[in-house]
């Protein structure tokens, strides 16, 4: 008789857990914080299973394949206890010990408290629909593909972090701003530049200004952008609610975002609270720059006076006419919020010119989203122009209006990212691969 009120009581306290897990309000919370994290963005199907993973990240180590995180018992995350779910999250190792390639980043999502975590946890086993999807090994040579010397990797490279606290009398605004992208945004994983052995040189802007100052390889044929205050590639020249539009819709009068930063933007930000992108903006915007001596951009009008009456003898001028004035018009101010300027455009300001070669060359799209449902098109060029006509048309966009660059772009530069291009999508598109 005992025995079996025992084994009621038990009956119902796991019961109660059970329910707690999934109750539907930590459930909803958890989407919304998955959707902060923007889960989906690596670790959908190829088919658009949501969370099935299978997905590829082309990486300087070799192309990482993302696994299954749905509540697929056989093949996903299903048989996962809390305590298995963040130590995978927060410490980058798997329920058989393995360690995750650094591709999962980790250390921004050891900052997340543990009730987002166990929001996430409830979601992640409640609201999402498991998938019986085998999880496809990542393509990384011998002897980068060994597991075990990760583990050392991450008590060197990733030390531990601990839960996010805002400091002393930090404003809520800021600190909230600062959880978010310091944490589940984790936007230091792609905009901050790393070591020769892989780790982002700051975790934190208390790590120094090397945080959030740009990427330092590109990754799938594209740079991720200078974040901090600097006045010619960063956001110096942004107020917050330029950033604020930008975080929302993917657009403002500076700029367009292209790559991963369209899906960032659609899969994500634009499913954010108002409070939350006003917080990300105003923290993003305390940041001060990385180069403060970096001079403002000032316009120059020098160059849309001489198109205008018809001088077009500057190299690449004449293809910039025919192909790209009209979106972007000749004095390169583009149309608010559609067609991006190019004057003054930090990415066209950027050191690095991989994005703008990559987007002349197989073009981009981004998305309508919720406030802007237009979808912004910049079409290839990549298959009417040569090697040559694409560096010629890059030099002069990154030297005209006041936009100040003392890189030149050769041919051999434009050659190397088409075969970039090529090697990573195969012959899918073969004008734009070749060129012709």
């Known amino acids: 008789m005992k025995k079996g009120i025992l084994a009621l009581i038990l009956g119902t306290l796991t019961f109660s857990a059970l329910a707690d897990d999934s109750n539907s309000d930590l459930v909803k919370r958890g989407e919304y914080l998955a959707r902060a994290g923007d889960c989906v963005a690596c670790h959908t199907s190829k088919d658009g299973k949501a969370f099935a993973g299978g997905l590829p990240m082309v990486t300087p180590i070799g192309t990482i394949y993302s696994t299954n995180i749905t509540p697929d018992k ?17 410490h980058g190792v798997a329920k058989n010990g393995d360690t995750l390639y ?38 990384i ?54 070591s020769i052995t892989m780790q982002e040189k700051a975790l934190t802007n208390n790590e120094g200004n090397d945080y959030l100052s740009g990427s330092s390889a590109p ?20 107020s917050e609610d330029d950033l604020s539009q930008f975080l929302r819709y993917g657009r403002n009068d500076h700029t367009a975002a292209f790559g991963g930063m369209t899906e960032v933007v659609e899969h994500s930000l634009q499913h954010l609270s108002d409070n939350d992108i006003t917080a990300i903006a105003r923290y993003l915007k305390s940041l001060g720059a990385k180069d403060p001596h970096q001079t403002v951009f000032s316009v120059d009008e020098a160059t849309a006076k001489a198109l205008w009456k018809g001088d077009d003898h500057q190299a690449g001028a004449s ?47 981004l998305p309508g989203v919720k406030g802007a449902p237009s979808t912004i098109t ?18 002069f966009i ?6 100040k660059s003392d890189k030149q772009v050769s041919a051999k530069d434009v050659a190397e990212q088409r075969k970039d291009v090529k090697d990573r999508t195969g012959s899918a598109d073969i004008k734009v691969l070749e060129g012709k």
């Open 319 to 365: 293809l910039y006419v025919d192909s790209c004035a009209a979106c972007h018009k000749t004095d390169g101010s583009g149309y608010q919020r559609f067609y991006p300027a190019l004057r003054g455009n930090p990415v066209v300001l950027a050191d690095d010119p991989t994005s703008l070669i990559h987007i002349v060359l197989v073009g981009g799209e």
């Open 102 to 139: 650094p591709a999962m980043p980790f250390p921004s999502y050891a900052v997340v408290n543990d009730d987002d975590m166990k929001a996430l946890y409830a979601y992640f086993m409640h609201g999402v629909a498991p998938v019986n999807q085998a999880n496809q090994d990542s393509d």
């Open 219 to 238: 990754v799938d044929g594209w740079t991720a952008s200078n974040l901090r205050g600097d006045n010619r590639d960063g956001l110096g020249r942004w």
């Open 141 to 194: 040579p011998w002897p980068l593909s060994m597991r075990w010397p990760l583990a050392i990797w991450r008590t060197v490279f990733a030390p531990e972090v601990k839960a996010f606290k805002p400091a002393e009398q930090e404003d809520p605004t800021l600190a909230r701003g600062r959880y978010l992208v310091e944490g589940l945004g984790h936007c230091g994983a792609c905009h901050t530049p790393r």
């Open 378 to 395: 910049m079409p290839a060029f990549g298959w009417r122009m040569n090697d040559q006509q694409v560096a010629d048309v890059v030099n």
């Open 74 to 90: 056989s093949t996903g995350i299903g048989d996962y206890s809390y305590d298995d779910f963040q130590k995978a999250v927060r």
């Open 398 to 403: 990154r030297t005209s209006w006041g936009n």
